[in-house]
């Protein structure tokens, strides 16, 4: 029976969970859906949709040589999916469809009703488990509902791989030539505009890249990441969230390529490999979040009374922030990285998304909607995770009065200044003592070119508290 490998954020042929179970039962054809309606629904930036194109091309010559056809074909948005995909399937005599789980609200409906529409004509579609080492819902606690504390996730995803460690899939072999030409990849959309060059060099497309940085990575800079991972200014951190997101690596080559460097221990050993575990574990948290608690999805906050939170609306301060304006560095140079490189350093996500949340006392949704805009590696369930945990709104968040000096971040992870002035260059010839806090240094005159904070720190702080503690009470 013919088989359709339907290939979505997967974007890769070795290790793919769903494309070996094709290639395992039967002759294959691929798959790839262009929906830019949809992405720009999701908030998808431009950068990323690029990114999943380069990788496209990528993909189309390696499935060349399993002599795979690549079919690519348009459904603005996937409430076109089902017809789109049952065509096809009639059109090249197509038994079962085979794709790995996705865990979106959207995500998910689409898949049911692909599924139902395919079933009217008594076609199945098989969806595997690949984005992640658990499939949700197999990690619950005793009393069966979703972990909400990542520490007792983390825990039972300890226990787990300690009894059945997830392992990677043998390389795909090629197939017998179907004769069935491949489509040829759009190299880009109307609707997303084409990013700079210097910002695509920064994420070289293709499995192969993908597997470099990994291997870079895990040899060279694992053993210090604890160290390291917090220090913007140091290449302290894999960068590898573009790839996974798009799925041009699978976590499970991650989990690997660490263990090789540790003895086979994920939970002891190099206190760098553990590090960098748990920080794959967070990331496969939230998606189990995504699915136990489909609000999140949905822009609603895990933590419902935190709805009743009481935002401020200053569209020019969002913008000031939007646009690394506000007068903090390290808040600026932080959103200039963003909207140069697409992607932001972990540390200064939260610095940020804190300042936006709790100094400007901004909603959260707001930040989220920017990021996803702007991030490479936007990934739904990370981002709104990270949004949620830094505005208190979220499973596990941090709690509201914890909140981060943007100034004293600064002075501690960017000591000299480094990250500041690459990013900053007219705060570049300011002392190292100065250069976190130009404000007060300033005085009243400023910097020449760079405005003056946005707002008091400590007024701005107390704000914040204020309208937290106003929620405690009134629960
Ligand atoms: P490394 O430190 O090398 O970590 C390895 C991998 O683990 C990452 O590539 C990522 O896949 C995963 N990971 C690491 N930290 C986290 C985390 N806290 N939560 C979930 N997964 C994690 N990550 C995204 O992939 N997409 C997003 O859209 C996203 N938005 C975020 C928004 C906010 C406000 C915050 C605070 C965090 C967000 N993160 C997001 C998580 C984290 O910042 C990035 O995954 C990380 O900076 C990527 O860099 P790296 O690949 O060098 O990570």
């Not at 870079?216 to 800079?221: A, D, G, V």
């Not at 949004?387 to 981060?404: E, K, N």
Request: aromatic share 10%.
């Amino acid at each position: 029976m013919r088989q359709l490998m339907w290939f979505r954020t997967d974007l890769r042929v070795l290790d793919n969970s769903a494309l070996n179970a094709a290639l395992t039962a039967g002759p294959t054809l691929a798959l790839y859906l262009v929906s830019p309606g949809q992405w720009l629904a999701h908030d998808d930036a431009p950068s990323k949709v690029d990114f999943w194109l380069r990788n496209l091309v990528e993909l189309s010559h390696a499935l060349r040589q399993l002599n795979v056809p690549l079919l690519i074909r348009h459904a603005d948005t996937w409430a076109e999916a089902p017809q789109v995909v049952r065509d096809l399937c009639h059109e090249f005599d197509i038994g079962l469809v085979q794709v790995n789980e996705e865990y979106g609200f959207n995500e998910t409906r689409r898949d049911q009703h692909v599924r139902e529409r395919l079933a009217q004509d008594g076609i199945h579609l098989h969806s595997h488990l690949d984005q992640l080492f658990f499939r949700p819902g197999s990690l619950l606690t005793q009393s069966g509902g979703y972990f909400q504390v990542y520490s007792q996730f983390r825990k039972q995803c300890y226990q787990r791989l300690h009894t059945a460690m997830p392992s990677c899939l043998p390389p795909p072999r090629a197939q017998a030539d179907l004769g069935i030409p491949s489509d040829t990849p759009p190299i880009e959309l109307e609707a997303f505009p084409t990013p700079p060059s210097s910002l695509r060099q920064l994420w070289p497309a293709g499995e192969q890249a993908a597997r470099e940085r990994l291997d870079t990575f895990t040899l060279e800079e694992l053993w210090c990441y604890e160290k390291r991972r917090d220090f913007p200014a140091q290449p302290g951190t894999s960068q590898l969230s573009p790839y996974l997101a798009a799925g041009v690596l699978s976590p499970r080559q991650c989990l690997h390529a660490a263990l090789r460097n540790n003895q086979g221990e994920f939970d002891s050993g190099d206190p760098g490999a553990v590090c960098w575990i748990n920080e794959l574990l967070w990331r496969e948290f939230y998606k189990h979040i995504l699915v136990g608690f489909p609000r999140v999805s949905q822009h609603r906050p895990f933590r419902r009374e935190t709805e009743r939170l009481a935002w401020r609306h200053e569209p020019e301060e969002l913008h000031a922030w939007q646009q690394g304006r506000t007068g903090i560095p390290i808040v600026d140079a932080a959103m200039r990285q963003l909207l140069a490189t697409g992607w932001m350093h972990n540390r200064l996500r939260m610095v940020v998304a804190m300042f936006l949340t709790k100094n400007l006392l901004i909603d959260w949704r707001e930040g989220e909607r920017w990021f996803m805009r702007h991030l490479i590696d936007g990934d739904l369930a990370a981002n709104n995770g990270g949004w949620q945990w830094s505005a208190s709104t979220g499973t596990d968040a941090v709690p509201y009065f914890r909140l981060f000096n943007p100034v004293s971040q600064s002075r501690r992870f960017d000591p000299d200044g480094r990250f500041l002035r690459r990013w900053l260059p007219e705060l570049a010839h300011l002392e190292n003592g100065d250069i976190h806090n130009p404000g007060a240094f300033a005085g009243l005159f400023g910097v020449p070119g760079y405005p003056a904070p946005l707002v008091d720190l400590s007024a701005s702080r107390e704000r914040a508290l204020a309208a937290f503690r106003n929620l405690a009470d009134r629960v």
